[in-house]
T-cell receptor
Framework: TQLLEQSPQFLSIQEGENLTVYCNSSSVFSSLQWYRQEPGEGPVLLVTVVTGGEVKKLKRLTFQFGDARKDSSLHITAAQPGDTGLYLCAGKTGANNLFFGTGTRLTVIP | KAGVTQTPRYLIKTRGQQVTLSCSPISGHRSVSWYQQTPGQGLQFLFEYFSETQRNKGNFPGRFSGRQFSNSRSEMNVSTLELGDSALYLC???????????????FGPGTRLLVL
């Protein structure tokens, strides 16, 4: 059972454009994490959000946790080729289980 | 601190064979989780070991097994390999159970397994 659906599945944009990736679920999560995975490597944690409505910024990346703690978004401003990769969200439940989303593969074209 | 290491990085096997993958966690981490990643299914949880005991298990057949040693190093075994087992196998370590509040998992680079 896939608890976390990410959209879009694939995204190809020009350098300098903005984009938003979504992570949706019908389940409530105690916290939500975003990872980026580059080819040939394992996922690397970008951020953890724990409070409904929380917004965190990491340079050009803005992460938001939904008020009901069921969804999250990742917004990238002025995308750069170095942002290319697979973006994964992961949610933790009250039962201390961790579930990964379906992933969004982003390509930023120079 | 050294990161999570996985060996081997690449592996080619034939159907019916068995394979053992190894993972060394970050020093001091006691939890090791294993994941299978494929283009079609994404990142799927296999199992998690903590203090040499399996604590969580995903929805995979019994051909997939694992163990953890007293030094927290972990191995994953797949018996009677099938073509569909071709995937990137990722290991991740954390100090406590991965699903616990405040815990962060650190991933290794993965072992890419090709079954012919």
């Amino acid at each position: 059972t896939q608890l976390l659906e990410q959209s879009p599945q694939f995204l190809s944009i020009q350098e300098g454009e903005n984009l938003t990736v979504y992570c949706n679920s019908s389940s409530v999560f105690s916290s939500l994490q975003w990872y980026r995975q580059e080819p040939g490597e394992g996922p690397v944690l970008l951020v953890t959000v724990v409070t409904g409505g929380e917004v965190k910024k990491l340079k050009r990346l803005t992460f938001q946790f939904g008020d009901a703690r069921k969804d999250s978004s990742l917004h990238i401003t002025a995308a750069q080729p170095g942002d290319t990769g697979l973006y994964l969200c992961a949610g933790k439940t009250g039962a201390n289980n961790l579930f990964f989303g379906t992933g969004t593969r982003l390509t930023v074209i120079p | 601190k050294a990161g999570v290491t996985q060996t081997p990085r690449y592996l080619i096997k034939t159907r019916g064979q068995q394979v053992t993958l190894s993972c060394s966690p970050i020093s001091g981490h006691r939890s090791v989780s294993w994941y299978q990643q494929t283009p079609g299914q994404g990142l799927q949880f296999l199992f998690e070991y903590f203090s040499e005991t399996q604590r969580n298990k995903g929805n995979f057949p019994g051909r997939f097994s694992g163990r953890q040693f007293s030094n927290s190093r972990s191995e994953m075994n797949v018996s009677t390999l099938e073509l569909g087992d071709s995937a990137l196998y990722l290991c991740a370590s954390s100090y406590g159970l991965a699903g616990m509040r405040g815990e962060t998992q650190y991933f290794g680079p993965g072992t890419r397994l090709l079954v012919l």
